[in-house]
């Protein structure tokens, strides 16, 4: 143990650690010349394995240029480097003005002419700035060499001086330490950083930390570092030992990765098990409702419901039996089938009650423990064993556990009461109910009719589909999921299982996505449609329809609704839940509600079109949605708004709205068309001028590609909807250019990033699923089959075990991210087979 060691646990315990550093006299021991220093290999290498790690980030912010920098660290190509203290790195630097040139070339000159003029200094040139070191200055000679640079400086005042160990610099742009680290640690969405550092300029740093983070001073002198070590080498010994105690810290910590999750659904809620069959996510009794189980977003002390052999010999391994919701969790000790009853009539018809099934078949010792934590574990419940199971008291609806044949041991622990039991190895399978809405512990029907009639709910339902000929198992499983995903009593359907699932991890870009996006629903229901279901998209127009109903106005519709069609409240956190890996805040509820998006209107008017061309009933209810939609739009196009991806900053001119609005106005005329025999001309003008001033607007001339915003600078993967919806023609050389302007700058791995522009919150998100989805239907609309369904195939990658999918894929770190599983994801699955087989020659032969 050192004076470090208790700061160095905290800082390997962070879901996310940045680790920044000075070079010279930190890494490297001072030297004569600049080229003579070389990094202390021992803290090289800690640095190159803590880079290496998981949710760890290391830089070098240094006065070098960044060439120069480079070219000392090039063992070292994990690290990201800055150079000119955090003004080479950062991105495009903007080039120098005329005057900026002048000035940096007429300082440096001036120093050469010192260092010429004082025996021993030399000029270090950089890119914005020159340094002259003094260090082999005769100490005579110095303080009229200190007089003369002080003179250099009054004379200059578009030169910044900067204070250094045996230098001074000049430099012609403002950047510092300081605002570097700041930049670094809200891209990293670090949680703590710590910043080592021996110069006047590393001071910016020091001051830029945090009260979670932890400064270094290398050596003397005054310093805002709250801590210090003498030399380099002590610099590689606490990195040493945070390299040592990040790797057991990061060991200690491991969870399920997010797409390795498999879901059990009844279409009124969705329980999310792990590959050794524990629920470890719940809600009851909607999907929108506080969790009974909870363990995901933090650990077992929020809940869960474990069944496994007490010894098992091999990893397990699970698969969804057939083209159903029953789930199949095997080990050569035992196997479990875990399933939500769907066979007593449809399960929307089934309201307040939710049955869900385990079936054990023990060959060895299975134990069992069941950890209920209802109301997210903010609610002591109370455990009693009955004679045919458990009853859970102290709770608002009726909750119980049929299970005849189990023993149960209920013991107190700090958190609430648990069971646990033990099941012998016998020949016939035991069963474990868990009851939601009901208190009886009588037999039900026998299990394997309720079996059967659950998975003929399911089957029967995938087999109406008409599946296309590109990934159709895939498509089939996708379909499914977003039908797991429609809440049955209601039609509405939501974007995901999940809340707070990070994106990235360890950061606050955690969202509660439980609920019903109208524009996420409907492009559900229209991937629904190219299937040849018609049944859940009529469903949700109908819930639809009673939102609106409910309106003062319809252009008063908000983005999001409960599943129960009712406005949301206010967002809260749950501080008693740190969140998956640590990543916190835990939200519920959704802000975003309360926003303008006026995209919304788009998607309903183009899926009642799209049911009205698939030659399902258009009824009057349908039309007048429409109607309503249009206009909404009408009253509110030119308005700013938030945008499809709900920044939370003000409210600006976002381009994909202009696409959304133009739509709506576009397909309520066809609407109109098809079901009363005529177009809406005041519709098609109004949508012709939106369209004009867009395709005006929103080009920006200089990077040949359409912007984020109108008259914006902004790249934005949400404006590939424009040819795909009809809006401009994919292969107009003005869509062509904005593609490839996204695969250079948004493109990484193969995932494309929604846009890169500060949205005010901390962390860099990953890839974005859907807009990579966009991606591949925008190449096979233009064209380009062959990348189309190279990028489709590295798309179809990111599913998990059981095919379902995230929102997001981190490609730095290969993980998935954000909530699960996410309904865009699927659709974007189902879009793009269907795009891609429509454009191969034999969906055109005959």
């Excluded at 079109?609 to 206009?631: D, W």
């Excluded at 133009?662 to 001028?689: I, K, M, N, Q």
Aim: aromatic share 8%; glycine share 8%; hydrophobic share 40%.
């Amino acid at each position: 143990m050192n004076e470090h060691s208790e700061g160095i646990a905290v800082l390997a315990s962070a879901p996310i650690l940045l680790v920044a550093s000075d070079f010279d006299g930190t890494l490297a021991e001072l030297t004569p010349t600049p080229d003579g220093a070389r990094p202390d290999p021992i803290a090289l290498e800690a640095l190159r394995q803590l880079a290496a790690m998981p949710r760890t980030f290391a830089a070098i912010i240094s006065g070098r240029a960044l060439a120069d920098l480079a070219l000392h660290l090039k063992e070292a190509p994990e690290l990201k480097l800055f150079g000119s203290h955090g003004g080479e790195g950062l991105g495009r630097v903007p080039p120098l003005s005329e005057e900026q040139e002048r000035t940096l070339a007429a300082v440096t000159i001036h120093c050469r002419t010192l260092a010429e003029k004082y025996k021993g200094a030399l000029v270090e040139s950089k890119p914005f700035g020159a340094a002259l070191h003094y260090r082999g200055v005769d100490r005579v000679a110095l303080p009229r060499l200190l007089q003369e640079i002080q003179s250099l400086a009054e004379r200059f005042p578009g030169a910044r001086r900067l204070r250094g160990i045996e230098l001074a610099e000049f430099m012609v742009i403002d950047a510092d330490k300081g605002r570097c680290l700041k930049w670094l640690r809200y891209h990293a969405g670090a949680q703590r950083t710590i910043f080592l550092g021996d110069d006047f300029t590393d001071e910016a740093a020091f001051n830029a930390l945090g009260p979670l983070d932890y400064g270094i001073k290398v050596g003397p002198g005054e310093t805002a570092a709250g801590k210090r070590t003498q030399d380099p080498s002590g610099v590689a010994e606490i990195l040493r030992e945070l390299a040592t105690a990040r790797k057991a810290a990061l060991a200690q910590r491991v969870v399920v990765p997010i797409q390795n999750h498999t879901i059990l659904a009844d279409q009124r809620t969705i329980g999310l098990l792990t590959p050794d069959a524990s629920i470890q996510w719940l809600c009851l009794p909607r999907l929108d409702s506080p969790s009974a189980f909870g363990a995901l977003l933090g650990d077992e002390t929020l809940g869960t419901f474990r069944i496994s052999p007490v010894r098992p010999t091999a990893a397990p391994r699970q698969t969804y039996i057939g083209d159903t919701l029953i789930v199949r969790t095997s080990w050569p000790e035992a196997d479990v089938i875990d399933y939500f009853d769907c066979g007593e009539g449809r399960p929307f018809q089934r309201a307040g009650r939710t049955d869900l099934l385990r079936v054990v078949s023990a060959r060895a010792p299975v134990q069992v423990e069941f950890t209920p934590r209802m109301g997210y574990g903010q609610n002591r419940i109370t455990l009693e064993e009955q004679p045919q199971g458990l009853e859970v008291s102290n709770w608002a609806d009726p909750v119980c556990v049929f299970s005849p044949d189990v023993d149960w041991t209920i013991e107190e622990t700090p958190h609430g009461p648990r069971a646990i039991a033990t099941l012998p190895p016998r020949d016939r399978p035991y069963i474990i109910e868990l009851r939601y809405g009901v208190v009886s512990l009588r037999p039900a029907t026998e299990e394997p009719i309720r079996r059967t009639r659950t998975a003929q709910y399911w089957n029967a339902w995938a087999t109406s589909l008409r599946l296309p000929s590109t990934m159709p198992e895939a498509v089939k499983r996708s379909a499914l999921t977003l039908r797991a995903l429609m809440h049955g009593p209601t039609g509405a359907i939501a974007a995901a299982a999940t809340t707070s699932l990070p994106a990235p991890l360890g950061g606050e870009r955690n969202w509660d996505y439980r609920y019903c996006w109208p524009r996420d629903a409907c492009y559900a229901a229209q991937a629904l449609l190219r299937l040849g279901n018609t049944g859940m998209p009529m469903k949700l127009l109908d819930w639809l329809c009673s939102v609106v109903d409910q309106l003062e106005s319809p252009d008063q519709l908000r983005p999001i609704y409960s599943l129960a069609g009712r406005e949301l409240g206010s967002e809260g956190t749950l501080p008693q839940m740190p969140g998956y890996l640590g990543s916190s805040p835990v939200r519920i509820g959704n802000a975003a509600a309360h926003q303008v998006q006026l995209d919304v209107f788009g998607p309903i008017v183009d899926t009642v079109a799209k049911l009205a061309e698939a030659g399902a009933p258009v009824t009057p209810e349908y039309l007048r949605l429409a109607t309503a939609m249009a206009e909404a739009v009408v009253a509110r196009w030119a308005e700013p708004d938030h945008g499809i991806w709900e920044v939370r900053t003000a409210k600006r001119f976002h381009t994909h709205s202009r696409i959304m609005c133009w739509l709506a106005l576009h397909r309520a005329s066809t609407v109109a068309e098809l079901v009363l025999g005529e177009r809406r001309p005041d519709w098609d003008e109004l949508a012709e001028t939106i369209r004009q001033d867009t395709l005006a607007r929103a080009w920006n001339t200089q990077g040949r590609f359409f912007a984020a915003h109108l008259n914006g600078q902004e790249l934005d993967a949400a404006v590939l909807v424009m040819g795909l919806c009809g809006f401009i023609d994919a292969r107009d050389d003005r869509f062509t250019s904005t593609v490839n302007a996204i695969e250079r700058e948004l493109v990484e791995g193969n995932v494309v990033r929604r846009y890169l522009y500060d949205d005010g919150l901390p962390g860099i998100e990953g890839g974005f699923l859907l807009c990579t989805a966009w991606m591949v239907e925008a190449l096979a609309l233009m064209g380009r089959m062959e990348s189309a369904r190279a990028l489709f195939d590295a798309y179809a990658s990111f599913q998990g075990p059981t095919g379902l999918m995230p929102e997001q894929w981190d490609p730095v770190h290969n993980v998935a991210m954000g909530n699960f599983p996410q309904a865009y994801s699927h659709i974007g699955l189902i879009n793009c087979a269907c795009t891609i087989s429509e454009g191969l020659p034999e969906a055109h032969a005959g």
